[in-house]
């Protein structure tokens, strides 16, 4: 097929004018029926890769996905541009199902989704047998490798459609892999000789930041108020705190839900199913949200706590943005992270395991603490150079941190850390520890009489918040560490060799969340267009969605209501050229906006 025609079918059915990087390649190979493996980051425009190839040639085509909400979204997404697709999971009823199953031998869809336990069913393969399937999409791939950062082993069994359906090509597609994944899912799913696309892992639309935790309720309160009106999700490890981010953002005025797996199945579906038709602002949750939610208009991720490796912090961010605009990803980063993180590893049985975990583990603190451009730190680890050394839309290249010689500092800190236990026979928590440095007589220092100790007053030149930083660079260095329960501090094997052989240590000055030093918040205002005409079309958007019981965002983007509010097209000749304005759209759509573009250009 002509790349001219392929063009053709993506404007008229999506309204785009063009294609994304890989997008043009993979369908290709796709419709040339070749096994295709396609790695293009969150936001690349991956579904797109196989819809557009089972809308242009005739048969089936199956999309095993991972998630329900996901297929319901993706089928409503293809409904609104007049794509026949259905699904089938346990959420629809036995007769919708009979109902589905009939559509499907009536061959009426070009797309069903399924979940992986489906594929292995044998009256799911009887009935596969007869609906003239044509291709097999697998999304999230990456599902299919222990050493993925989602490993599901029901994803394994998707190979029993490669036996069953040896001639109908498959094509796998995920958002992050390292090179032993992809080998993985070229083992696992069995793919022949497949074409592989690898796109770039910049997403040049996202701004990453990194913050000290202080006080990280306040923060993170701080950061949501400067983007009330925008939509985000928060990342916290524990249900608890979850629960906790949840009710506080809500009680300043700022509608947030919970998500986790102490919820039960409804919960959860009900918390995103408003979080996706923007009736929540802030979705707080753990990892186990997120994967396959298409909402586009998340402008930003943040993580409350330090996640355990560099792919999984990836693909979380990567939730933000994925319509093109500017958004943000900020990762809140303290040493009791750190100290968190090594005890669990700790408790891991198997030795090459925990190996792993922990060199996984100091892949993500060495991004949390480089002075380096963030995003040329990330894309190093996929294997990619960022061209430049800034990127310009990071926390670093925004606002260059201070590197200085910590070696004394870190050496009294050390030292007191070991005198106070050898003193006393006991450790202690940091606070108290740096009120020894700071020569504080409070009662408990008294007490144990810390105040006798050599390294009592020996750290005045700084503050409480100074010594507390060092502290934290040294639970991420490894030099020492924090009971998890009690939080007293040790100092580690490798602490009291740096201690005795007085290696140096350079610290990096952290920024920290408050108005002086943090880089300027992104809001729409940082986008063309009217924001007053935007925001009177994200309300007829919204309205339009609640009628129609779908998602605001599977009737326009926040992309293309930013188009609008610039172009102001008042015709629908003008709107047709609206990119994200298929023929679908235009015909259902067209004049309900047009009429508002109208209506607020003669109010003035």
Known sequence: M???????????????????PLQREIVEAALDGHDTLALLPTGGGKSLCYQLPAILQPGLTLVVSPLIALMKDQVDALTANGVTATFLNSSIDAETARERIDGLDRAQYRLLYVAPERVVLPGFLAGLSR???????????????????????????????????????????????????????NRFLELRNPRRFVGSFNRANLRYNVFEKHDAPSQLLAWCRERANESGIVYAQSRKSVEELAKRLTAAGIKALPYHAGLSARERARNQERFIRDEGRVMCATIAFGMGIDKPNVRYVVHYDTPKNLEGYYQETGRAGRDGLPSECALFFSGGDAAKQRHFIRQIADDAEREQAEHLLRKMFDYAATPRCRRKHLLEYFGERLSSETCKNCDNCINPPRTFDATVPAQKLLSCVYRVRAHSGFSTGVRHVIDVLCGKRTDKVTAWGHDGISTFGLGTEYDKDQWLALAFELLREGWLEQDPERKTLLITGDGMRALKEKHPFAMVERIKIKKSRKPKALTMQACSGDGDLFETLRRL???????????????????????????????????????????????????????????RAAAG
Do not use: M
């Open 2 to 20: 002509e790349t001219a025609d392929l063009i053709n079918a993506l404007k008229h059915i999506f309204g785009y004018e063009s294609f994304r």
């Open 131 to 185: 609906w003239n399937l044509r291709r097999i999409a697998i999304d999230e791939a990456h599902c299919v490798s222990e050493w993925g950062h989602d490993f599901r082993p029901e994803y394994r069994q998707i190979a029993t459609l490669r036996a069953r359906f040896p001639d109908v090509p498959i094509i796998a597609l995920t958002a992050t892999a390292t090179d032993r994944v992809r080998d993985d899912i």
């Open 541 to 599: 958007r919204k309205q339009i969605a609640d009628d129609a019981g779908i998602p605001p965002y599977i009737v326009f983007s926040d992309a293309t209501l930013r188009e609008l509010a610039r172009v102001k097209p008042v015709t629908l000749a003008a709107f047709r050229n609206v990119s994200g304005v298929g023929d679908v759209k235009l015909e259902r759509y067209g004049e309900a906006f047009t009429a508002a573009i109208r209506q």
